[in-house]
């Protein structure tokens, strides 16, 4: 059975009268990378927040690595990383004397965690240049090093790789999935870039408005943005009775007019064809299907997926 | 509280403004005393005395000092690193309390020491400055210690309430040196004895043993404000 490292039920948080999450219940499982999809406002960031304890709820319960009661959670928090938002650092130190501030916050006993942390994110020859110096791709990599410098068992990043160049992207990347592989730490990340998710994700979690929209496997989200045949027909019924004969033909009835065929169209010529013989008109033939990002879209507008 | 607490002290002491403002408040000392001495007040406890009457100005820097342990804080959106990793809130409010005093009494050491010591070396000891005179002076400058406690813990209290430090500072100003003139236009000066302006005054010209007034009255003025200030970043939003 998968371990919860978060869950949370029915949480909401209000400012006045606005609802910034409403009644959202989110599950993560430990060797998750979940990521939270949603446009701008829709309440990723305030829901990290609440998580990462930056913010209180206004109601509902969070469970974190198991605990309830705010003191475990407190405690529990320590074996988190997280990077929400930019990353906060002060401007007159280095990258290194910023980690090190940090190492003696914590407790850290090992002091050679701060140069491991550095050379993990590629900022090991920063020497003295001060955080105020950095570039925003530098920033977000000390970010990034700040929430793996206590070797966490949860990451939470929000937006990590905005002002990142593409191999900065790519490196970012790589650095998650090691993580996630060698370490089985668990992430929670949001980002716009839906590309990159979709190259990492396991879970996703959309969400819309505050409240969780959608919540997926990969294997899910795969099987429903998979490429198909879309048949428009006269008689859809009919068309169904005429496409059970064919061999190895896998379809849906979408509607009184469409059927979606997700295997076996490899000849589609061959099923139109079975369909006139039996007297079924069809008016449209095309391949479709969906990536994340058409997925996204498609979901934020509300409409019917295949 | 005490990792947090040599945290603040880590990167404080790497900041070399911290360094320059210890160094000006030494020059000012140095450049006083040099004045007194070519003005004809060229003794130890006169200048001693003269430092008693103007223990109401170190309360200006306070601010600055609050600014760097949390006013920082606020600006380079750095307490979400902490809050985050599971940091209690109230300990951390107090981590800042704590911070900050310390840091004040490094710099009043420091400024004392280079008062004290320098007007010592280049000064006249005259009969009055007798180890009497020392006893009082340091019991005196004890007291008003505890004053600028009560007056840090009120500047943390607003720079924890109002994040931006220009209105905290504002502020902190107001509450300090205006709330008599308020009593005044209410018609309640009696309430004057518990603020602690009213007490550095009282320091300078009261007799040792009725120190204890200002000493309970920053203990109280401490003790609220820290409560009030706890409560309050326990409930607010970190960004």
Same mark, same amino acid.
């Given at each position: 059975?998968?371990?919860?490292?978060?869950?949370?039920?029915?949480?909401?948080?209000?400012?006045?009268?606005?609802?910034?999450?409403?009644?959202?219940?989110?599950?993560?499982?430990?060797?998750?990378?979940? !990521? *939270?999809?949603?446009? %701008?406002?829709?309440?990723?960031?305030? $829901?990290?927040?609440? =998580?990462? @304890? #930056?913010? &209180?709820?206004?109601?509902?319960?969070?469970?974190?690595?198991?605990?309830?009661?705010?003191?475990?959670?407190?405690?529990?928090?320590?074996?988190?990383?997280?990077?929400?938002?930019?990353?906060?650092?002060?401007?007159?130190?280095?990258?290194?004397?910023?980690?090190?501030?940090?190492?003696?916050?914590?407790?850290?006993?090992?002091?050679?965690?701060?140069?491991?942390?550095?050379?993990?994110?590629?900022?090991?020859?920063?020497?003295?240049?001060?955080?105020?110096?950095?570039?925003?791709?530098?920033?977000?990599?000390?970010?990034? !090093? *700040?929430?793996?410098? %206590?070797?966490?068992?949860?990451?939470? $990043?929000?937006?990590? =790789?905005? @002002? #990142?160049? &593409?191999?900065?992207?790519?490196?970012?990347?790589?650095?998650?999935?090691?993580?996630?592989?060698?370490?089985?730490?668990?992430?929670?990340?949001?980002?716009?870039?839906?590309?990159?998710?979709?190259?990492?994700?396991?879970?996703?979690?959309?969400?819309?408005?505050?409240?969780?929209?959608?919540?997926?496997?990969?294997?899910?989200?795969?099987?429903?943005?998979?490429?198909?045949?879309?048949?428009?027909?006269?008689?859809?019924?009919?068309?169904?009775?005429?496409?059970?004969?064919?061999?190895?033909?896998?379809?849906?009835?979408?509607?009184?007019?469409?059927?979606?065929?997700?295997?076996?169209?490899?000849?589609?010529?061959?099923?139109?064809?079975?369909?006139?013989?039996?007297?079924?008109?069809?008016?449209?033939?095309?391949?479709?299907?969906?990536?994340?990002?058409?997925?996204?879209?498609?979901?934020?507008?509300?409409?019917?997926?295949? | 509280?005490?990792?947090?607490?040599?945290?603040?002290?880590?990167?404080?002491?790497?900041?070399?403004?911290?360094?320059?403002?210890?160094?000006?408040?030494?020059?000012?000392?140095?450049?006083?005393?040099?004045?007194?001495?070519?003005?004809?007040?060229?003794?130890?406890?006169?200048?001693?005395?003269?430092?008693?009457?103007?223990?109401?100005?170190?309360?200006?820097?306070?601010?600055?000092?609050?600014?760097?342990?949390?006013?920082?804080?606020?600006?380079?959106?750095?307490?979400?690193?902490?809050?985050?990793?599971?940091?209690?809130?109230?300990?951390?409010?107090?981590?800042?309390?704590?911070?900050?005093?310390?840091?004040?009494?490094?710099?009043?050491?420091?400024?004392?020491?280079?008062?004290?010591?320098?007007?010592?070396?280049?000064?006249?000891?005259?009969?009055?400055?007798?180890?009497?005179?020392?006893?009082?002076?340091?019991?005196?400058?004890?007291?008003?210690?505890?004053?600028?406690?009560?007056?840090?813990?009120?500047?943390?209290?607003?720079?924890?309430?109002?994040?931006?430090?220009?209105?905290?500072?504002?502020?902190?100003?107001?509450?300090?040196?205006?709330?008599?003139?308020?009593?005044?236009?209410?018609?309640?000066?009696?309430?004057?004895?518990?603020?602690?302006?009213?007490?550095?005054?009282?320091?300078?010209?009261?007799?040792?043993?009725?120190?204890?007034?200002?000493?309970?009255?920053?203990?109280?003025?401490?003790?609220?404000?820290?409560?009030?200030?706890?409560?309050?970043?326990?409930?607010?939003?970190?960004?």
């Amino acid at each position: 059975m998968n371990e919860t490292v978060i869950q949370t039920r029915d949480i909401c948080k209000t400012y006045g009268k606005f609802s910034a999450v409403s009644n959202l219940n989110l599950q993560v499982s430990r060797g998750d990378i979940y !990521a *939270l999809v949603g446009q %701008n406002g829709a309440g990723k960031t305030t $829901l990290l927040k609440l =998580i990462c @304890g #930056l913010t &209180p709820a206004s109601s509902g319960e969070l469970e974190f690595f198991g605990y309830r009661e705010e003191r475990q959670i407190g405690r529990a928090r320590s074996k988190m990383g997280c990077m929400i938002e930019t990353p906060g650092f002060f401007p007159y130190l280095s990258a290194k004397e910023n980690l090190e501030c940090y190492r003696i916050q914590r407790g850290i006993k090992d002091a050679g965690c701060v140069d491991r942390a550095l050379q993990f994110v590629g900022l090991a020859d920063t020497g003295r240049k001060k955080f105020k110096n950095f570039s925003l791709g530098m920033k977000q990599r000390l970010g990034l !090093a *700040l929430a793996v410098l %206590n070797d966490p068992d949860l990451l939470i $990043l929000d937006e990590p =790789i905005n @002002g #990142l160049d &593409p191999m900065g992207i790519k490196e970012f990347r790589e650095i998650l999935m090691k993580l996630n592989r060698e370490k089985k730490t668990t992430v929670l990340i949001s980002s716009h870039i839906l590309g990159e998710l979709s190259q990492i994700a396991t879970v996703y979690g959309f969400i819309r408005g505050g409240e969780l929209m959608e919540h997926l496997s990969a294997q899910e989200l795969q099987e429903k943005c998979r490429k198909y045949l879309l048949l428009n027909v006269d008689d859809a019924q009919k068309a169904a009775a005429v496409l059970k004969n064919q061999p190895g033909c896998a379809f849906s009835v979408e509607d009184q007019n469409t059927l979606h065929v997700r295997q076996g169209y490899e000849k589609p010529e061959l099923l139109v064809q079975a369909l006139v013989k039996n007297g079924v008109m069809v008016s449209q033939v095309y391949r479709s299907g969906m990536n994340l990002e058409q997925y996204f879209v498609s979901l934020m507008e509300g409409k019917k997926h295949a | 509280m005490l990792k947090l607490i040599h945290a603040d002290l880590y990167r404080i002491f790497h900041r070399f403004y911290f360094y320059t403002m210890m160094a000006a408040l030494s020059g000012l000392c140095i450049l006083l005393v040099t004045v007194m001495k070519s003005n004809g007040f060229g003794t130890v406890s006169v200048a001693w005395k003269f430092f008693l009457s103007i223990l109401i100005y170190p309360v200006f820097l306070l601010p600055m000092l609050t600014g760097i342990v949390a006013g920082e804080e606020n600006r380079n959106h750095t307490l979400k690193n902490t809050v985050s990793f599971g940091v209690s809130r109230p300990v951390l409010y107090l981590s800042k309390t704590f911070s900050t005093i310390l840091l004040g009494v490094v710099l009043m050491a420091v400024v004392l020491g280079v008062y004290c010591g320098f007007s010592f070396l280049t000064m006249t000891r005259d009969s009055a400055f007798s180890s009497g005179f020392i006893q009082d002076f340091a019991a005196r400058v004890a007291s008003v210690c505890l004053v600028y406690m009560a007056a840090i813990a009120i500047s943390i209290f607003f720079t924890a309430i109002f994040r931006r430090n220009s209105l905290s500072i504002f502020l902190f100003y107001g509450v300090f040196f205006f709330t008599d003139s308020l009593f005044k236009l209410l018609h309640q000066t009696d309430l004057n004895i518990f603020l602690l302006k009213t007490q550095i005054f009282r320091i300078e010209s009261v007799p040792v043993v009725q120190l204890f007034q200002p000493v309970l009255i920053s203990l109280g003025t401490l003790a609220v404000f820290t409560v009030l200030g706890m409560a309050w970043f326990r409930r607010s939003d970190i960004s």
